[in-house]
């Protein structure tokens, strides 16, 4: 039978990487917590890198401060192209019934 992957949350991840740090071997480390020394020098690898946004967790992607930031400002940039594209065609409707109205 397939053998179950585990899997670790984000504080479990963290405590890890700081506890590996503080006593300098990630093997004795590993051994303690029974996990593998490879999992821990990912996670480091993985908190260097992308800082407090490296376990995010649930499949979502892992990234920098300044990725955030950048895709939560391309979100509110679409967000108001996309009210504006509605404010665009309600006007055209309002100002065509205007026209047809002002004939009669």
């Not at 479990?12 to 300098?24: C, D, Q």
């Amino acid at each position: 039978m397939a053998q179950q992957r585990k899997h670790y949350d984000a504080v479990f991840k963290e405590k890890a990487v700081e506890l590996s740090y503080a006593r300098g071997n990630v093997r004795e480390v590993a051994a303690e917590l029974g996990i593998s020394p490879d999992l821990i020098y990912r996670w480091r690898s993985e908190a260097k890198t992308y800082g407090s946004g490296s376990f995010p967790g649930k499949g979502r992607p892992k990234m920098t401060t300044q990725e955030a930031e950048l895709a939560a400002l391309r979100k509110k940039l679409k967000d108001a192209e996309m009210e504006r594209d509605i404010l665009k065609k309600a006007i055209t409707i309002f100002s065509s019934s205007d026209r047809k109205g002002s004939r009669s």
